[in-house]
């Protein structure tokens, strides 16, 4: 006689939307920002984004076949998603070679040597990113000026955070430098970093397919805002203004792209906060008395590593759950 017992994890609740519906939702809200950075790089960062994606595939397939011997996943489409995230974290000059060694680390170690998607507790795209920065930083940190007339090679944290240890004034620094160019696109830096307008088009895009909620972005980036402000009105001709900060660099492309997963985030909203607040804080350490101008990829994959921690201690209501009334 059969078993009609079947036992399995909550929840048990099934709803319409896919994994691979949510994959495709987020490649959506990100081809603004592709647009402007084949706009502004050309076809360099096509390749490389391509290399990166058809990587991630490639070892995605061949490590479920031949390893976990199960059935493939790559059509969940998580894999592309990883590449793309991969590829906006290089520079559009980085070696071919370095970018499908990035993939294998983003893929192997990142995602399927825990069992795959679901089972991850570190964002993969970043574990790949943090590998190549940490292995190779000068390939990792050579970016091409995007126009003749734009903010030179170095990126915009890179160049004032010497400029500032220097003995320069922010003042100086900021003198002919134009937050409209930091907005659209045209300053150097990965292929994620140079698109703050595109990538909030895709942010406001995801909030309204629910793919995402506000608590982890905003907690973030309200965070180094607020963090970089009172730092800034401390000193204004030592520390760089908030809207410096959050434009330039990886803090919107991490908020809103990265930081988000479902798999490697808080389960609880006031957890989300919790995670994005201390995200915020990590980053805003890094970038102003650390070794590297960036910290958000760091502060990511740290917040990755509490949200265990989080999860325990800051648990959603129960379902049903009725309040205590108060005496």
């Given amino acids: 006689m059969d078993n009609k017992l079947i036992v399995s994890p909550s929840p048990h609740v099934h709803g319409k939307t896919s994994t691979r519906r949510l994959m495709l939702d987020v490649l959506i809200a990100l081809l603004p920002a592709f647009a402007v950075t084949i706009f502004v790089y050309g076809t360099p960062a096509f390749i490389v984004t391509a290399v990166s994606v058809a990587s991630c595939v490639l070892f995605e397939s061949l ?19 990883t590449g793309v995230l991969l590829a906006f974290n290089l520079p559009s000059s980085i070696p071919l070679w370095l970018v499908v060694l990035g993939a294998l680390v983003a893929i192997g170690i990142g995602k ?75 300053k150097a830096g990965s292929l994620g970093e140079i698109a703050a307008l595109a990538l909030l088009v895709g942010f406001v895009y995801l909030l309204c397919r629910k793919v995402i909620t506000w608590h982890i972005p905003v907690a973030i980036l309200a965070t180094i805002a607020v963090f970089t402000g009172v730092l800034h009105l401390s000193n204004p001709e030592h520390y760089m203004s908030p809207i410096y900060q959050i434009l330039n660099g990886g803090a919107i492309l991490g908020a809103v792209y990265m930081a988000t997963d479902y798999v490697t985030s808080p389960m609880s909203k006031k957890g989300m ?34 949200v265990p921690l989080i999860d325990k201690y800051v648990k959603p209501a129960k379902f049903g759950a009725v309040k205590p009334a108060k005496r």
């Avoid at 190549?132 to 890179?158: C, K, N, R, Y």
């Avoid at 350490?285 to 740290?302: C, D, K, M, Q, T």
């Fill in 112 to 186: 399927m040597s825990f069992g795959g998607i679901g089972r991850n507790p570190f964002n993969p795209a970043l574990v790949g990113r943090v590998f190549l920065l940490l292995s190779f930083p000068v390939a990792m940190t050579t970016f091409p000026s995007p126009a003749p007339d734009a903010m030179s090679g170095a990126t915009p944290l890179t160049f004032a955070k010497e400029a500032l240890k220097s003995g320069q004034s922010v003042s100086s620094l900021m003198d002919g430098v134009s937050y409209t160019d930091m907005l659209f696109g045209l």
């Fill in 273 to 306: 906060i919790i995670y994005g607040v201390g995200i915020g804080l990590i980053t805003v350490f890094i970038r102003v008395w650390g070794a590297y101008p960036e910290g958000i990829s760091f502060a990511i994959l740290i917040m990755n590593a509490v």
């Fill in 63 to 81: 490590i479920q076949r031949f390893l976990l011997k199960g059935r493939s996943t790559v059509d969940d489409m998580s894999a592309v998603l």
